[in-house]
């Protein structure tokens, strides 16, 4: 439900973006400092909690996270375990991830246990601009204008990753992972390629095989079976310690890619993706990368690096996102603004995530260069909201 709250002239704390990262960090803050409360606000075109988050899950029928049951929004790392005592079956093996709807119904809960929905300003924020001697002004889409002291970018910047030979994407049949929506389609009869080797392709194979297509599933790269995107000993010291005393940002930006390693499937996808082979649905076409592609009377035609062409209904690319920091039309004056360097597409901020210099904070993947590979994930976000809450409620932590 889009609230009618009215848009003050200033608020102390504007957050843009309402997905899981936004309402980790607003959870986390309002657990250690309540009466903060009247003085954040919380800007997303919804105007409703996990609207994209709730979107994406949905679209590809995902049945459980990926993530174990102990990444979620609420400070607590017990809280959802709690909330499933009475629906242990939607905590699914080998580490409790959690199901999508219980997932979702604990976050309802959270949302209105903690009446969130009332920090929701429904609009999209087009510009942040600074204001001297401190301060932001944030234009809206709306019109209306706001001043805030600080801000926190929690919008998922990520740019999809096309391959070489797409020009254009075409749209129903030549689509990005995201675009796709298999709650609507009716595939019946239908030859459908998948480019990428990650769970996404995974979940889009079974999806679509599940409506009557056959599928042809391609990757570059030999398919990796891993239960978590990131190997675990990135959530903790293993990892992050010697990835945390790394002074130079372009070895950070090493880790971090050897540490995500492209795409992966976990066991139980890969399982039911090879019964599919057994069965003739799927075909799994490994280091293999299409040369071209060419439409002709509603039929595609791929040429691969082996010569061969084949003719699909439809293609969809699983090939991911990544972050470009340069392009996030948001930050665009920032960094000039505050001189950030910016490395392979990451901005260096300051240990609290902000930019170095300004009350503006990042989270999300934009964030990797300090939090590490998964500072895009639920994980992530709950080290974000640390590091951020602390520089929210410690007045020694403020700039002025
Ligand atoms: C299919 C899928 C499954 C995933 N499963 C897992 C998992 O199991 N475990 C895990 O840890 N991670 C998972 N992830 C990764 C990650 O947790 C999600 O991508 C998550 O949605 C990221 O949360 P977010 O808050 O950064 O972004 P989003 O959920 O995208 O939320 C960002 C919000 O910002 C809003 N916004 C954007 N621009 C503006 C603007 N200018 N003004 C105002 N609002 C704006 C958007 O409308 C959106 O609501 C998954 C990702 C995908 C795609």
């Known amino acids: 439900m889009v609230n009618s709250r009215k848009l003050p002239e200033y608020i102390e704390t504007a957050i843009i973006g309402a997905g899981p ?16 409360r009247s003085r954040v606000m919380v800007f997303d075109p919804s105007g409703e909690w996990l609207t994209q988050w709730r979107h994406q899950l949905e679209a590809q029928e995902i049945i459980h996270l990926r993530s174990p049951a102990v990444h979620h929004p609420a400070p607590n790392p017990f809280a959802l375990r709690k909330f499933a005592e009475t629906r242990p079956s939607e905590l699914y093996p080998p580490y409790d991830l959690p199901g ?28 942040i601009k600074p204001l001297k001697p401190k301060n932001f002004q944030l234009q809206l889409s709306s019109g209306q204008e706001i001043c805030t002291r600080r801000v926190v970018v929690a ?42 080797g990650g769970l996404t392709s995974g979940h889009l194979a079974l999806g679509a095989i599940a409506k009557g297509a056959t599928v042809d599933l391609m990757s570059r790269k030999q398919l990796q079976e891993k ?22 940002w372009h070895e950070r930006y090493d880790m971090i890619q050897k540490a995500r390693n492209g795409g992966s499937l976990t066991p139980a996808v890969m399982l039911k993706l090879k019964r599919l082979t057994r069965e003739g649905k799927l075909n799994l076409q490994e280091n293999c990368q299409v040369t071209h592609a060419h439409h002709h009377q509603n039929q595609w035609y791929i040429k691969c690096e082996n010569g061969q062409t084949q003719q699909y209904d439809r293609i969809w690319l699983a090939t991911g996102s990544k972050f470009q920091a340069q392009n996030h039309h948001l930050l665009e ?19 609290y995530l902000r930019v170095k210099g300004a009350e503006l904070f990042i989270m999300g993947g934009l964030a990797s260069l300090r939090l590490g590979p998964t500072a895009r994930n639920l994980s992530g976000a709950i080290k974000a909201s640390n590091l951020i809450t602390e520089a929210l409620v410690k007045p020694s932590l403020y700039l002025d």
């Open 100 to 127: 999508t709807k219980l997932f979702q119904d604990f976050c309802d809960h959270l949302i209105k246990t903690n009446g969130l929905e009332k920090l929701i300003f429904p609009a999209i924020v087009t510009k």
């Open 21 to 36: 990262h936004s309402l980790t960090l607003v959870n986390h803050l309002l657990h250690k400092k309540p009466k903060l």
């Open 333 to 351: 004056d920032i960094w000039g603004q505050y001189n950030t360097p910016i490395i392979q597409g990451l901005p260096v901020l300051d240990k």
């Open 227 to 248: 239960l978590f995107d990131t190997d675990p000993g990135w959530l903790g010291p293993k990892y992050l310690k010697s990835f945390e005393a790394q002074p130079c």
């Open 155 to 196: 919008t998922r910047a990520d740019e999809i990753n096309l391959p070489p030979w797409v020009k254009n994407l075409q749209p129903p049949t030549l689509v990005h992972s995201h675009q796709v929506d298999l709650r609507s389609l009716n595939l019946q009869g239908e030859n459908i390629l998948i480019i990428g």
